[in-house]
C-alpha cells in the first residue's frame, strides 16, 4: 500500500511485479547461505526493492517447494483478486523472475548452464572438453526453447524436477530473461545461441 501511494509512472490499472531471487554466501568459514526473495513493483514510481521472504541455513533452500510455497500462495492471491486501494481496483501480473544463471536453474528445475543440456534458449547438446575443463556448443543452433516447448518438456535431459513455479503459471522461457554476469562478465557466453 505504501508504495502504492507513490503513484503509477504512467496511468495504468495493472501493478506489475520483478521478483528477484539468488543464493549470497555471507560467511567464508561456514556453509550457511541467506537466500532472500525480494520483489519490485516496476511500474510504481517506488519501485525500490523490497525484501518478500529470505531463507538462511546450510546450502541452496531444500526442498524448494517448501522455500517458495509462502510467496507462491501470496502470489496466486493477488493474482487471483488483485489490490484495492483508495476506492481503485488494480490487477497484479508478475513481469520477470530475476535471478543468476544457478538461482534461475534452481527455480525452473533444470540442469545447471554448464551442463551438456545447459542452454536456456535451445536444445542443442554440448560437448565436454577434458582439457579446458567445460562444455562446449557448436556455432549450430538447435531447436528453439519456448513456454510451450518447456511446458511440454521436449528436452527431457534439460529438466530436473518440476518447479513449483508452475503454479503461478509462469512462462519459463518468455518470464525468465539472462542476466549479463555469466553470459558476458564471467565468460560463459560459450553455451547460448
Not at 35 to 57: E, H, K, M, T
Not at 132 to 159: L, Q, W
Request: net charge negative; charged share 25%; with cysteine.
Amino acid at each position: 500500500m505504501r508504495k502504492l501511494r507513490s503513484g503509477f509512472k504512467t496511468p495504468s490499472t495493472k501493478i506489475e511485479i520483478d521478483i528477484f531471487m539468488d543464493g549470497v554466501k555471507l560467511f567464508n568459514s561456514v556453509m550457511s547461505e541467506s537466500w532472500p526473495i525480494l520483489y519490485r513493483c516496476a511500474n510504481l514510481v517506488d519501485s525500490r526493492p523490497s525484501v518478500l521472504g529470505i531463507f538462511y541455513g546450510d546450502g541452496k533452500p531444500v526442498p524448494l517447494d517448501d522455500y517458495l510455497a509462502d510467496s507462491i500462495a501470496d502470489l496466486k492471491d493477488l493474482k487471483e483478486n488483485g489490490v484495492s486501494f483508495q476506492n481503485d481496483h488494480y490487477e497484479v501480473d508478475v513481469r520477470f523472475y530475476l535471478g543468476d544463471a544457478p538461482a534461475r536453474a534452481m527455480l525452473k528445475g533444470i540442469v545447471g548452464h554448464t551442463s551438456k543440456d545447459g542452454c536456456v534458449r535451445c536444445d542443442q547438446e554440448g560437448e565436454y572438453d577434458y582439457e579446458a575443463h567445460h562444455v562446449i556448443y557448436s556455432t549450430k543452433i538447435g531447436n528453439e526453447r519456448t513456454d510451450e516447448s518447456f511446458e511440454m518438456r521436449r528436452d527431457p535431459e534439460h529438466h530436473k524436477i518440476d518447479s513449483p513455479l508452475s503454479y503461478v503459471q509462469i512462462r519459463f522461457i518468455s518470464q525468465v530473461p539472462l542476466e549479463p554476469m555469466h553470459i558476458i562478465d564471467i565468460g560463459a557466453s560459450w553455451n547460448l545461441c
